[in-house]
């Protein structure tokens, strides 16, 4: 079992920026994919980015040239730098972790954008 918390969101105005961790609780983040979602309220969780073992990363074409996702394997933690925020895009952000035994989430951080 992994635990993940996300944290660093908060309130920003449109075209700021925020950038939001994933921190796990395992020693042995480097042998997972880690994935970057977004929810707002009445909609569906919608897939953001995805950082592979590798390294190799994945957008969604929403947000693409505008948010990067990284991670940082000796602190067990990944990153989603997002810049020229818009309004549409507050939601709870969530990070989850997956390996062949299963997917694990965290518990979500609001994301507001708004003047």
């Known amino acids: 079992q992994v635990r993940l918390v996300e944290s660093g969101g908060g309130l920003v105005q449109p075209g700021g920026s925020l950038r939001l961790s994933c921190a796990a609780s395992?020693?042995?983040?480097?042998?997972?994919?880690v994935g970057w979602y977004r929810q707002a309220p009445g909609d569906q969780r919608e897939w953001v980015a995805t950082?592979?073992?590798?390294?190799?990363?994945v957008y969604a074409d929403s947000v693409k040239g505008r948010f990067t996702i990284s991670r940082d394997n000796a602190k067990n933690t990944a990153y989603l730098q997002m810049n020229s925020l818009k309004p549409e895009e507050s939601a709870v952000y969530y990070c989850?972790?997956?390996?062949?035994?299963?997917?694990?989430w965290g518990q979500g951080t609001q994301v507001t954008v708004s003047s």
């Open positions: 395992t020693s042995n983040f480097k042998l997972y994919e």
């Open positions: 989850n972790a997956r390996d062949p035994e299963g997917i694990y």
């Open positions: 950082i592979a073992k590798t390294g190799f990363t």
